[in-house]
């Protein structure tokens, strides 16, 4: 697949800002020039202090292409992060940003591709395939597609309503969302929840909404967690080219 070049800098404006998560944030960034992209791409981000020492990062686009003149960017604090630091504790609406993008090919889904996906994200490895989910809706996809997302706890889940909502209106889109821990004060999980991690025996009990196994997989999380992921898809036959993966992390 061909690698789209990406633009130079650019100066974006944040527009909002929403608290999705207690460790994740939304923001809204407008783009002075209008740059088109894929579902699954990602940005560069850049800070600049006054003293010329610079910290950069990549954060993946969870917005539909369908806006060209604008991204949407979840960023999750990490402790110690510099750029993410600064991002949920300085960055208001109005803040001025240095982008560059969008990069990525490989891992990239277009509504031409009409196969059975198998989409598998953990924590806000969500990100690239939120905007994939977006795509496929925005451009009526039918194409049978299910999402494995696994979080830590309930108040993890990411785009929890509005894909809750794909699920409801969408028959060919399935939705499973699992949890690794149990909440805090050891309550039981929220209806329809496991306290579980994605295995194969998950996958292989999942998958048959899809008719049988997936064209293509996008995984999408921790190192290790892709790691495990990808062996387990290739161990229930899927082609090693057709395993696209995603990671951060160590």
């Keep these: 697949m061909k690698i789209e070049k990406a633009t130079g800098w650019q100066i974006a404006t944040v527009t909002s800002v929403h608290d999705e998560s207690p460790r994740v944030k939304l923001f809204q960034l407008e783009l002075p020039v209008e740059t088109k992209f894929r579902a699954g791409q990602f940005f560069d981000i850049r800070l600049t202090a006054p003293d010329g020492y610079q910290a950069q990062r990549s954060y993946s686009i969870t917005s539909s292409p369908d806006q060209t003149n604008s991204i949407e960017l979840a960023i999750e604090h990490i402790r110690d992060g510099e750029v993410s630091s600064y991002f949920h ?10 982008v560059r993008g969008p990069f990525g090919g490989h891992f990239t889904w277009s509504p031409s591709f009409r196969k059975p996906i198998l989409l598998i994200g953990g924590g806000s490895g969500i990100a690239p395939l939120m905007s994939m989910l977006r795509h496929r809706a925005s451009t009526g996809g039918n194409s049978p597609a299910l999402l494995m997302f696994s979080v830590r706890q ?11 909502q794909m699920a409801r209106d969408d028959d060919k889109f399935n939705l499973i969302i699992t949890l690794t821990r149990l909440a805090a004060d050891h309550s039981e ?17 999942t998958v048959a909404t899809l008719g049988g196994t997936p064209a293509r997989a996008y995984v999408c999380g921790g ?17 090693y080219e057709e395993i696209r993966t995603e990671r951060f992390g160590p």
């Design 189 to 205: 999980p929220f209806a329809g929840r496991a306290t579980r991690r994605i295995d194969r025996t998950m996958i292989d009990s």
């Design 154 to 164: 309930e108040d993890d889940v990411l785009f929890k309503s509005e894909l809750e």
């Design 223 to 239: 190192s290790n967690f892709v790691e495990a992921i990808g062996n387990q898809l290739a161990d229930i036959g899927l082609p």
């Design 89 to 98: 504790e300085v960055v208001e609406a109005g803040s001025l940003i240095e």
